[in-house]
């Protein structure tokens, strides 16, 4: 079994049972920030509570990058050639809409409404072998 | 406002590629020109505003133009860089602390898109990994989730692209001078869905430089001066989706141009129905769609027909972006805003030649939008 990381360890834990993406509601007013917040973007208000974020949401917009991303930042493709990946916004009920990668197999088209449940995939292999893990959203479901 | 301000001077050197020339060199070129038009010399000059993202700080410009000593301010704004900066003139020159200004912008970008450092924009590294450091995404999300809930086409999209390269093939400082058919735009490669390659402007190179003074000196330096009726810059406010937003609240607000927009309103004292001709951030056709209506000029959805009817063409009720926006000159990002401010004087004095629009239009709106959720609103009288 190779190493793994999380792609940024305050996202969400890895390796772990059941992962799930971190937020975190401020304790005045309670809104949801992802990644986790010191400050609050609504009130200002600088207590935040870390909380696990729903692993089940809804697609509220999507596209698909076409065209390999600079890199640095995006990892180097080691010869390997680009191949295009689907992203959006999920919403997820009751706290917050979070930009995420979406895994779609061969037979699955994203659509604004989509009920999606959270996945992590591999994003790509660092210098000695460790395989750097992101997260994203899968469909699941009611899908039409 | 207790002093109205007046563009008296306007240089302008051409946008696209210009690889013998460096971005503060295009720019000195661009001031030479506004010079000339106000007839006033360098020296004359009493203080500048200016600014590039790429090419080299804009109080540098001295080297190329005389050391005389000016208060020189450098801006950096991102794309709302030129709003700024003559957002900042025009205080100066109503607060009395200067007489002569020089507003200026330029840059001088590589090819391809932007490239984004996650940590210049208060992200983590992982924003990049996960490959989503692109600003592009953010304006394909946008207009997919738009076109969901105000039934906008990809034709309208196509439209708006087939309109700028038609307008771009009548300005002589465009990049982009070849008109594009909708079918070649309907067709051309996919780059984030739905937006299409001739859908979006691309980075390129240029400078725009403006002169200002009190309205009360205008006529010392021209015969069609131009007045500034507002002319101020916004940013975000909690609950709208701006570029590089890792999440965004499920409350919805009003965006950053529509509180830019509200506010250039009242300050100039009139409404969305007073404007004769706009320029309004085309970063691709999507953008251009959505900040017709977030800019008070239509209700989400009537951009469909209005497109399709020509409403927005050079001839039509309300001619948008008549220079061919930045889908036909590219972005240089320090000098996009001054690029719209320019064409609507132009627009204004009548002087835009084959591209002016038919009835004179006595008032013109410019909008600049950029990351990291940034709006400039401008708002000209004749």
């Not at chain 2, 591209?355 to 400039?376: D, I, L, N």
Request: aromatic content about 8%; overall charge negative; charged content about 20%.
């Amino acid at each position: 079994m190779p190493n793994q990381k999380p792609v940024d360890a305050n996202l969400f834990d890895w390796p772990a049972s059941s992962p799930r993406l971190w937020g975190s509601r401020c304790a005045l007013c309670g809104n949801v920030s992802f990644p986790v917040a010191q400050r609050c973007s609504r009130c200002s208000h600088d207590e935040q509570d870390r909380f696990h974020l729903s692993t089940e949401g809804i697609l509220w917009s999507w596209t698909v990058q076409r065209f390999p991303p600079a890199s640095p930042p995006f990892p180097p493709s080691d010869g390997n050639p680009f191949e295009p990946f689907t992203l959006g916004y999920v919403e997820l009920p009751g706290e917050v809409r979070v930009i995420s990668r979406l895994f779609y197999n061969a037979q699955q088209t994203p659509h604004i409404g989509q009920n999606l449940k959270l996945a992590f995939e591999q994003l790509y292999c660092d210098a000695d072998g460790t395989e750097i893990i992101g997260y994203g959203f899968t469909p699941h479901g009611d899908t039409k | 406002m207790s002093t109205d301000v007046a563009i008296i001077g306007l240089g302008i050197h051409p946008f696209g590629r210009t690889p013998d020339k460096t971005g503060l060199q295009q720019c000195a070129i661009a001031v030479s020109d506004a010079l000339k038009e106000a007839n006033v010399a360098w020296n004359d000059v009493d203080f500048a505003f200016g600014g590039s993202t790429d090419a080299g700080n804009a109080d540098t410009l001295v080297s190329e133009l005389g050391l005389t000593g000016i208060p020189f301010m450098n801006v950096a704004n991102g794309c709302a860089t030129g709003g700024s900066a003559l957002a900042a003139a025009c205080n100066t020159i109503r607060s009395g602390a200067g007489k002569l200004g020089l507003v200026c912008g330029f840059d001088k970008h590589a090819r391809g898109a932007f490239k984004v450092n996650p940590k210049e924009w208060g992200l983590g590294n992982w924003y990049g990994e996960e490959g989503f450091a692109l600003t592009t995404q953010f304006f394909a999300m946008k207009i997919q989730r738009y076109m969901h809930d105000y039934g906008i086409t990809e034709m309208t999209l196509a439209r708006v692209a087939e309109k700028a390269f038609r307008n771009g093939a009548l300005n002589p400082n465009a990049w982009r001078k070849t008109p594009i058919s909708i079918d070649e735009i309907l067709t051309s490669q996919m780059v984030n869905d739905p937006l299409r390659k001739y859908m979006f402007c691309s980075p390129s190179e240029g400078a725009v430089a403006l002169l200002v003074c009190p309205a009360s000196d205008a006529e010392k330096y021209t015969k069609t001066p131009i007045f500034v009726a507002s002319c101020l810059m916004r940013t975000r406010r909690f609950g709208t989706l701006e570029v590089f937003s890792p999440s965004k609240a499920i409350e919805d607000q009003k965006t950053v141009t529509q509180d830019a927009s509200k506010a250039a309103y009242e300050e100039a004292g009139i409404g969305p129905g007073d404007i004769d001709v706009a320029q309004i951030q085309d970063t691709e056709s999507g953008a251009e769609i959505m900040h017709m209506a977030e800019n008070g000029l239509c209700e989400d959805g009537e951009q469909e027909h209005m497109l399709a009817q020509g409403e927005t063409d050079l001839d039509g009720k309300l001619p948008i972006n008549t220079d061919g926006g930045c889908i036909a000159n590219g972005e240089p990002i320090g000098a996009s805003g001054l690029r719209q401010v320019h064409e609507l004087c132009l627009q204004l004095r009548g002087t835009a030649g084959s591209r002016q629009v038919k009835a004179s239009p006595k008032t013109g709106y410019a909008q600049v939008y950029g990351a990291p959720g940034v709006s400039g609103v401008t708002i000209l009288n004749s």
